[in-house]
């Protein structure tokens, strides 16, 4: 794929304490295989669907404090480092200086004022995500945040973002855009969400059969956490896999209802 444009979801990886397990739960539920880690850059291990990258796994920073196992989704950027300016600038607080990765791209991590981290990513000969919306690969992605409006002022002031809230009574959903393409939600966390799970990006993988993944995952050590159920935008379910990462499953091509009304944002 092209490089993605500023603001666009381009990349996703996590960290586990338990690679060789990471890798056997992902192989079985989305069909994942993997490239041999890579020592010089901290056994960071590539996944693919079907030959294509799609995402990446790594085990724990030698001598770092262990830290809960979590999906981190990289925006686009043309210039890091202008973008942690943005990001400092606009409230938030950048956790890790851009740094250049070999000839890979440059990358950062951040977190809004909210308390949602992401990452930033340049490419240079890594482009990102090499296929999405197809099994196996990203599709999608959520800001959960118990403070949206500071998000809803953040991320579109850092990416140029355009805002449109869904038209549902039930819950407090908004669509950020870049020109005609949505890229991004954003969903207020109520109080169904325990007091200790972290604001977070929820990352959406592809799979061709919803409830057959939710039954894999499950089997192997996976938690179900909502779902499945069917709506205008696919069957999907929000599962948190055996080292406690969040994710969700879908289904794009089983769809139910109609298409949900957005409203511009002033």
């Not at 950027?77 to 202008?82: L, Y």
């Not at 089997?219 to 159920?229: A, I, S, T």
Request: hydrophobic residues 40%; charged residues 25%; aromatic residues 12%.
């Amino acid at each position: 794929m092209a490089v993605q444009p500023e603001g666009a979801p381009c990349w996703a990886d996590a960290t586990f304490s338990d690679l060789e397990g990471a890798k056997t739960f992902y192989g079985d539920v989305l069909g994942w295989t993997f490239a041999q880690a890579s020592p010089e850059y901290g056994d960071y291990t590539q996944a693919y669907a079907d030959g294509k990258a799609v995402a990446a796994v790594v085990p724990p920073m030698p001598g770092q404090p262990e830290a809960p196992s979590q999906w981190c989704l990289y925006l686009a950027a043309r210039d890091t480092a202008a973008t942690a300016a943005r990001i400092r600038d606009n409230g938030g607080e950048v956790l890790m200086e851009p740094m250049q990765v070999g000839d890979f791209g440059t990358m950062c991590l951040a977190r809004d004022p909210s308390g949602v981290v992401f990452g930033v990513w340049q490419a240079g000969t890594h482009e990102g995500f090499e296929v999405m919306a197809e099994p196996g690969a990203y599709t999608w992605a959520e800001v959960f945040t118990r403070e949206p409006e500071k998000s809803d002022a953040f991320f579109p002031a850092v990416f140029s973002y355009r805002q449109r809230d869904m038209e549902d009574h039930e819950m407090d959903f908004r669509i950020y855009d870049l020109g005609e393409r949505s890229v991004l939600g954003r969903m207020k966390m109520t109080e169904e969400f325990p007091p200790e799970v972290p604001p977070y990006i929820n990352v959406y993988f592809t799979v061709e059969d919803c409830d057959d993944a939710v039954a894999k995952a499950t089997k192997l050590g996976g938690v179900l956490r909502f779902g499945p159920m069917t709506t205008p935008f696919g069957r999907f379910a929000a599962i948190s896999d055996p080292q406690g990462a969040n994710f969700s499953v879908i289904d794009i091509t089983t769809t139910e209802g109609e298409m949900p009304k957005l409203t511009d944002v002033s």
